[in-house]
């Protein structure tokens, strides 16, 4: 596997959000303190503009001054700037720099403009006398309230701040407010206007630099805080994740050596439990492996028993076919196909003379190994005792006094036995609860044959058994079967039934054994679909040619 990149490691893409964060959380700090600090710091200018003005109007009142001076309404007449105007602008131009304002001016109104008596911006006294200028938008309303206010209001500071308005205008290129209180004669008449200007602009800038100050400080931080935290998760989160990732990198060649990996993580948090929770899961999983190739190595030694299981099973039965290639008077053909490896139902036949065939079709309880052996022990004796010239019905009772004495599984076998005399075409039978046989005589069809049906052999010992006879004529058609045929199962849950069966056969009927069963499977596999098999599936069928032995 390739090497995680830095820009694609943990550590880039954590320090990336943090930083993300963090610059987020500045530009709504920068927000939150430029709001608030511009409504302060605007408040604050207000606070001074107006002490400004008061003291302003202090100062530059006549009251300061002799009455044999010139009065200083004198001033836009005489131009004078003698030691009383001189004295008048240095008070100025110290309130102007004690309240940080943008400027100072002492000015004359008229109907239609003023004229400025002195200002700040002067840079040689009298530099502004006599200068005329226009008022800005309500300029002249708040400048004729400031004559109009008496002395007592002037000077009454929670009065004259209620009084007192601000405007907003621009001069000089620039956004003032200004704050207008009225200058007083020795007579404390209203003879002029003292203006206190702030800058607006100067508020903005004084804000731009505070954040840009505060942001600068805040970056600084914010990389000390990152290198520290990249360190620290450098050291406690990507370092251990980093020697897990190695780990597990390293666990498959640890299965195959069965050597279980060692993180030796040990952080004390989440990423320490995972790590024991890794070398655990190595543990077992190699455990897991040794026990896996066991169970395995077991199962190909059954499955191979098995395979060795079903040759001898399916060499039990017979398989070659055409079974008497020198007989005539009949021919037969048989089929199973188990449901397991190895299945429990099972057909014989074999001539007891040269006269007589003996024919047997069983289905053993259960599935598997233990009916296979249950199976084979029942086929030897059931040809065993039927060989020995006995009749069906006393073959079956002293089979099943043989079961019935050493069966601690308390198994069964259903069973259909016959022996046919090839002279005569009669079948001397016994049911032992199997399937009902399907018979078709030369002239007709095939129909289900209801015989007598008897206990199922191994059920109880000392029972007895009912024969009977079944004449076939020349060209008589016997079609055996166990209950894996009717009961097979589509995917709907639907069984294939008996009457499908009969269908199947009718089919084939008038042809040999041989392809009678392929049609009746091929009927079988075309109901049952997809669907798995759920028993054996076994069938015999035998065609009585009469007695052509001459």
């Known amino acids: 596997m390739e090497k995680t990149s830095f820009t694609k490691s943990l550590a880039f893409k954590t320090i990336l959000r943090l930083a993300i964060i963090v610059v987020v959380l500045l530009l709504i700090g920068a927000a939150i303190i430029a709001v608030f600090s511009y409504a302060n710091m605007t408040a604050q200018l207000r606070d001074y503009a107006f002490e400004a003005a008061i003291k302003g109007t202090a100062v530059s009142s006549a009251s300061e001054y002799d009455e044999d001076e010139v009065k200083i309404e004198d001033y836009l007449t005489t131009g004078k700037t003698d030691k009383t105007y001189q004295a008048v602008l240095l008070n100025l131009l110290l309130i102007n720099d004690d309240y940080e304002l943008q400027r100072c001016d002492i000015i004359l109104p008229y109907e239609d403009h003023f004229t400025y008596l002195m200002s700040s911006e002067d840079q040689t006294p009298g530099e502004s006398l006599n200068k005329e200028a226009p008022y800005y ?64 602009d100067k508020v903005g800038q004084t804000i731009f630099g505070l954040i840009a100050e505060l942001s600068g400080l805040s970056f600084v931080v914010m990389l000390i805080s990152v290198l520290i935290f990249y360190f620290s998760i450098r050291r406690h989160i ?40 890794f070398e655990d899961m190595n543990k077992d999983l190699i455990g897991y492996i040794d026990e896996n190739e066991k169970i395995t190595a077991e199962k190909q030694r059954i499955d191979t028993e098995l395979n060795l299981a079903t040759g001898i099973q399916a060499g039990m039965l017979p398989d070659k076919f055409p079974a008497f290639p020198d007989r005539k008077d009949f021919d037969i053909y048989a089929s199973m196909k188990p449901a397991k490896e190895v299945g429990g139902d099972f057909y014989d ?78 079948f001397t039978a016994a049911n032992a609860g199997h399937e009902k046989p399907a018979v078709k005589q030369a ?9 007598k049906h008897g206990i199922v052999v191994g059920y109880m010992d000392g029972i007895t058994f009912k024969e009977y006879e079944l004449q076939l004529t020349k060209g008589a058609k016997l079609f055996l ?4 045929v009717a009961e097979a199962t589509n ?22 054994p041989k392809d009678i069963l392929a049609a009746v499977d091929a009927a079988v596999d075309e109901f049952v679909g997809e669907a798995p098999q759920f028993d054996d599936l076994t069938m015999l069928c035998i065609e009585y040619n009469g007695n052509n032995r001459e």
């Open 137 to 200: 938008g309500q300029e002249k309303g708040y400048v004729t309230k400031a004559m109009e206010m008496s002395v007592e209001a002037a000077f009454d500071s929670q009065k004259t701040a209620k009084e007192n308005l601000y405007t907003e205008n621009i001069k000089d290129g620039m956004k003032l407010s200004t704050c207008y209180t009225p200058v007083f004669d020795k007579n404390g008449k209203a003879v002029a206007v003292f203006a206190a200007s702030y800058s607006n």
């Open 238 to 277: 990507i370092k251990p994740v980093s020697k897990l990732t190695r780990a597990v990198r390293t666990m498959k060649e640890s299965v195959k050596s069965r050597q279980a990996v060692t993180t030796d993580i040990r952080t004390g948090d989440e990423i320490e439990e995972l790590a024991v929770t």
């Open 349 to 426: 036949f074999f001539l007891i003379d040269e006269n007589r065939l003996g024919i047997v079709m069983a289905d053993v309880s259960g599935k598997g190994v233990p009916a296979a052996l249950f199976m084979m022990h029942s086929k030897i004796l059931l040809k065993s005792y039927t060989m020995m010239k006995q009749t069906p019905k006393a073959a079956l009772e002293e089979v099943n006094r043989q079961i019935c004495e050493h069966n601690p599984e308390e198994m069964f076998v259903t069973v259909w036995l016959g022996v046919l005399d090839l002279r005569t075409g009669m």
């Open 443 to 451: 002239d007709g069809s095939f129909e289900l044959f209801k015989d």
């Open 481 to 484: 079967y166990t209950d894996g």
């Open 491 to 512: 995917a709907q849950e639907e069984q294939f039934g008996t009457d499908r069966m009969i269908e199947a056969l009718r089919t084939a009927e008038d042809k040999a």
